[in-house]
Structure formats: C-alpha cells, structure tokens
C-alpha cells in the first residue's frame, strides 16, 4: 500500500495590524522559512503541498487546509506541517493548560490557538502521522510565576529583558509578540477568540493521530531569527546540507542533532502527544514511509552527502592585473577626483563555488596570457557588531548592568572624555590652545569616517561635517548617496543609526540639557572640530560589508585629504583591503579600526576571539577595550567581581590576541558610553559599547596628536611620510597607562591618556612596520609541496606563479579558518605572518586533526582541500 505525505507550510512576515491593535509584527525571514519546508517537503516525495505566506495565512486559510488532508489521509499517511512567525499567548478559559496561558500563532487576521489545532488535528484518523515544526515562540514568562509572587517575577522579567536588549541589538529579531502589545491585542481580538476560548477542550491524549511538535525554543526563550532564516530552521538546513549524517536515523536522533549544533540564543524542545504516537519512533525522518533514507539539497536537486555545502558570501570576483591606475593629482579638500578601479571583476554563478571560481579564472587567464596577479572573492564579511544602540522602543533608558557603570556627576554623560579615563577632552582644550598660540586658529585636520553613513537631524552631528565630501560604496550607491544612512530600510537584522553613533564620539556637536542625559551641556565628540568625511559602506547590524567596499574607502579617504582614518567594523581577511591599508600607510595616513567583538557563552562562535581584519594588519591600529574601572572589556579575565556579573549571561566582549596581533593594539573605553539613538524616547542610550565605541576614540587622540605637532612633522613627506603613523603611534602607545598586570594580553599597548601622549615628539630611530598581507606563512610548506608534485619536470625552485597561487591559498585558508566555528579557535593562536607562527603543523596528529578540519569544512573549495598535503614536506629543496 502506496503511502501518502501531505503538507503545509505558514510564513509570515507580518500581521495586519488593523487587526493587532496597531502593531505590524514585522519579521524578515519567515516567509524564507516556509520555502525550507516547502523544500523538504518536495525532495521527500510529498504530493499535495500547500504554502500560505502572510496574507494568505488567515485563520480560515490555515484550518481549511488542515481539514482537508484530515480528510484524505489515512492510517500510515504524514502530514507535515511547518509555521514561522510570532508567537503570543491568551488566557485560557477552559482549563486545559497547566500555566493558565493558551499559546497562539499569529496568523495575518487574528491569533490562531493551540486548541483550535488540537480540535483539527482530533479529526485525523489513528495512525496518521502528523510532524510539526513551529519557529515561533509559544510561551511567555509571566505565566510560569503564582500571582502574588511579585518580586521574583520583576527579578526575572528584568534578568530577561537585558538578555532581551542584548541579543536584539545584535540583530537577534524576536518571534515573541511584545509584553507590551500582547493585552492590547488581545482586547482587540476577544470578539472573535471568546467562542474558540470557551469550546470544550480537546485534549492531547484524546487525538487518535501521532503528533510530533518540534518546537524552536523552550517556554521561557524567544524564537528567533538572524539573517535569511530563524535561528532554528537555519539549524536544521544546516544538518540537512550535510546530508543527515548516518547517525541520525529517527526524529529524536535529528532532535538531539538540532539541540548540540543550534546557538545558544534559544534552546529547542521536543513534544509528542496522541493515541498512536509509538508509530513515530522508528521512523527515518522526513521519510513518507518511514523507512527509505531522504536525500536533500536545497540546491536545486538532491546530490550526494559530500557535495552538499554551504558557500563563502561574495559578490563576484576581483582581479588584479597589475596595472596601476591613474594617479589623483590633488588632495586638495575642494577636490574632487573620483576613483577609478584599479581592478577588474567577473561574476559568480549561484551554484559556484567562489574559491573554486578564483583559481578557475587565474589559471584560464595565466593560459590566455591575459595580466593576472591575484584573483579573490569579493568576500563579504558578515561578522556581528557590538550591543550598543537599544533596537526597542525602550521607555527606561539604563547602563547595560553586567558591566561597570559610570558614577553620577557632572562628568557622567562624557566619563570616558574625563582626565580619569582617556583625557580626550583635556587633550582637545590643549590642542585647541596650541593651535591659537602658535597663531594657526584656522589650522584643522580632516578624519574618514567609514560606517554606515550618518543620519541628517540628530542633534550630535559634527559642525565640521564634509557633507559635501560624503560618498557611498554600498551596493548601487555612488554618485547618488553621499552617505546619508537609510533608516528602516527593512534590511534583514538592520541596526539603524550605527554610523551616527560612532561619528557623535568622534566629532560630536554641542548637546544641551534636554538632548542629554545627567544634565549635560556641552561638545560631546573627542574632537569636536574636526572636519570629518563621512564614507558609508554597509547599513546593517552585521559586517556585511564587501572587500572592494572597504578598500575604496581608505582610497578615498586617502585621495581626499584625510590624516587618520576610522573604522568601527572587523571582518575577514582580504588583499585588496591589504593594499588600501598598505596605501594609506604610505602616504602617512593613520588607520584605526575596530578589533572585533565575541560573545563568551552561546553566541561564542559566530566569531572567534582573535583580533578580526584589517585591524590585525600590522599597519593599523587595533582598538581594543577597556571598562569604566579601567578593567579589561573582557569577562574571562583575572577579576573576581566580573565572575560574578557575567553568571547567567551570555554577553558580548572585546576581541584580543594572539600575542603578536596586540603589538599594534591600543585600549579605549567602552561599554556604558553614550550612544546617538534614533527611534526612541531620548537622543542618547546609556547601553553604547563593543570595540565600534572604543575606536573612535583611539582615532580622535592620533588626530589631536598629528595636529598638535603639525609644524615637527611638515618634514615627513613622500617616501617618509609613514614616519607621521610611526610617531604617532610611538607617542600613544609609549603614554598608554599599563596600570593592568595584564595590560599587554588584553590592551596591546595599554589604555589611551591622549594629554600625555601629547607631550611626547620622539622621531629618533623610526622603523616600518612589516607591510600588511593576507600570507598564512606556516602553511607555504605544505602548499609548495603540492604545487612541486604537480609537475615534477619542473626546477623545484617556486615561479612567480607559484608564488601568486600560493598567496591565494593562504587567504582563502585565513577566510575558511575565520568562518568555520570549528576552526576558529586556530586564529586564537596562529600568528600567520610569521613563518613559525603555527608550530603545531610540525606535529603529525595536530596537523591531521586541522587539515581534516578544513576538508570537512562547508566554507573551503575543493581546489583547497586537493592541495593540502598531510605528509610532512621534505626539507630538501623547499623554499621558506
């Protein structure tokens, strides 16, 4: 007997508000959703598939649907449901939840509840299979405590709201209907949900069919979504992309796989209920039958287990030809000399992969003799940011509690300008006397701002704004935006505002009492009147940023006059990035960026705890983190009272190390610092933090520093004109107080004091720092091995070729080894710019284990896992 697999698949990207007492519930990834299950649903042999996306997923519809395959299914028959989108809760009036709560969905015209599905799936008849997937939230907080229990229900509403505010801020979208909107909507919905409230309960054992639920969190979490799905489906596709390993041969197997591989933002849970439940518990899943093994790809078409992989995101190629570009002839600041590229591109199919694309063009271009040196993915980093602005319209505006908080005064709106902290506001009231002694009042200096762009109105938008100057290399942009942010352009996980926020610690205007917070009055920026160029190139929550985006920038930068440059984001490592930061060096320009930001629980390895790119860049200065009590941004290290806040959380700190990565690195203040807000009831959110707030200081004491000895450095020009970065660096890193034992391991150099690095003009014995590359130089050995046995006719000695390849398998090894979080704890330790910098390869095991690591790695191309050799290469004619 042929059986039969219905199925169903909801998604919504929102509510009709009309209907929801004005709230739209708007989510971005759960109609994507429906398609996954749609997918499944397909490629496991369903006949009858249905899928209702928000408009569509009324109440009716939904039932409807339901009714019908109750109707034409039988005994061994599956139907497979999947719904995506928010989750509330109602009173429940005829005593059939424990909790006193009926969960819901929130379909498009009103909330569907949990025993309205009961009731339709009592119509199925025994035997039947019914599997259900739910990615939403399906429980809320308030039910789980006895009336009366007052005081621990606002200890635990307010532990959850902070995880709340932490995890939406970093683009964590919640799939909860709001606390706030959760009454109002019910009130507006009690006409139509009183008579479904007070119907006779169905009750789970009463339903004849088997019900599998697979649920997206547990009772007290939200479900969420990050990026193109919810947190939970994007689990599952993965473990499908990998082919449902052998170990996964029944539901609860695909549970168990679901609860070690998803994030820990959210837990998943597992219910089972109905009269004939033990027919789930052989089965393979997904199977129609039960028993035959589904094969699945979301690719098109089922392919092997080995083929199946998830790809590095890119926007085509880049290829560098070794041909220069036309010089700009002026940096005057009224110039205008648009960029030419100094690169050509080619696209990427969907289904290719972009390293296997790379190598392919480089050698059919080396056979058509067409100039090739380099050919790279324009990669496009997407690693997440920091927790400063809240996303929520919050009404309290506090400090992020698992953190330091500034004391109360009248420094507190600007403690990390005080002489206590950064001096930055001393160091400005000198440099600004200076400029008047020396009777250079108009004298000035121009920084690149590269962010997101800025949002025309806030009351903290620099007086020296470059408005004029302002460019955009986001996407279609340039030559139309001259860098104004777009707020709520609906991107997915978006944080708007992020480039305001970081440009008003930078050059922030004069705020009165009532844009502030503590009654404060006065410049807010570290260096007020500073002209600042705004150079906008990425407007999400995310890093999603490509190389040649953020390459073009500093090329700006640089082309238009900046001396220092700042750059709140860290990504991956690329070559064109590399040679704008070595650009920029050159021509005297100071760079400082963000060293990243890690969760230690949970999130941990969505990015490891190195320092991210270019910041890592010998050549630019890391900006690293440090607490209001001059502690490190840094949960783990050595500091009792740390240990005791971080219990229970799973929170955001700085990136650090390996050793050599801090030799350039230098501390700055953050988190708890003002935060230019948008959307909300005040101007500034107390929450600011990540490496993002600490970087615009670190560039605001180079840039009072530069300006300040301007006349010692008119010498250092041309072929010298790196010595101005060396010097600057030498006065902020020399100064930097080293009060912390461990300084060194956390800071670099130390924390900034930007007055006393002012004293300091020492330009005796100035040396390069070595040029910034993307070569994973441990790894040569091993590469050039393969490249020898690939033509053993050939002179052992490397040709330029070899050369450039094996530069082209390096980056693509950093890239896999910062994207794979099984392979990020190596970026922790390996020091790739040095030849030793990862001894462990002479091991045999150690290097098995990781180059094992990288052939099973989705990120890595085929062409990379062919040439890694595990023999260890012989000494003999190899080239270092």
Known sequence: MNRKGYSLHIGLNGVDASRYDNWDGKLFACENDATVYKTIAEQSGFSNIDMLLTKKATSANVLKTIKKAAAELTAGDIFLISYSGHGGTVEDENGDEDDLQDETWCLHDRQLIDDELFEAF??????????????????????RFAPGDNSALARQMRREQEREDVLVKEGYLSRLVPRDKQAGINRSQSAALKKIKEKPAVLKKDIDAAVMLFAACQDSESARELGENGVFTATLKK????????????????????????PKVQSPNLFSYGRSIAVF????????????????????SPLPKKKIKKKTSADGLLIDTGRQAPAVTTRSKGAKAPLKPLIETATIAAAENPWDKAYETYFARKKAKKPTVFVEPNIQSVYIKEQEAKLSRDTVNNYLSNWPKPATGATEFIWHL?????QLRKASIEVQKKLKSDKRPGDNIRIGHIDTGYLPGHPSIPRNLQKDLGVSFWKNEFGINKAIDQLHTGTIAEQDGHGTATLALLAGNSISPEDSYADYQGDFGAIPFAEIVPIRICDTVFNAFNANDVARGIEYAVDYGCEVITMSMA?????????????AYEKGVVVVTAAGNNFVKGLGKLSPKAVLYPARFDRVIAATGACYDHMPYDMDAPRDVMKARSEGGEFMQGSWGPEQAMDRAVAAYTPNVAWASFDKPYKFSRAGGGTSSATPQVAATAALWLLYHRNELKNFTG??????VEAARRAIFSTASKSYPYYKKYYGNGIIRAYDALGIADFNGLTPSPEAKVSFLGIIPFISTWIRSRNRSRSTAPTTQDKELTEMISLELMQVIYQDETLMDYAEVIEFEKPDGADFLQDPAARNKFFGLIRQSPYASDFLKGVLVTDEPKKKGMRR
Request: hydrophobic content about 35%.
């Open 571 to 583: 990504g991956y490592p690329t070559r064109q990035v590399a040679k704008a930061v070595n650009m």
């Open 239 to 262: 473990i499908i992309r990998s082919g449902l390993p052998d170990t996964i041969k029944t539901y609860k197997d695909l549970y168990k796989q679901i609860s070690i591989t998803i």
């Open 281 to 300: 518990t052989p089965d393979i899943p997904f199977s129609i039958d039960g028993s035959q093994k589904v094969i699945i790809s979301f690719d098109g």
């Open 418 to 422: 005080d002489d206590e902290h950064s």
């Open 122 to 143: 009592s119509a199925f008849d025994a035997d039947v299979r019914i599997l259900m997937f739910s990615d939403s939230c399906h429980s809320g907080t308030v039910a």
């Open 719 to 724: 072929k010298n004109a790196w010595k101005r």
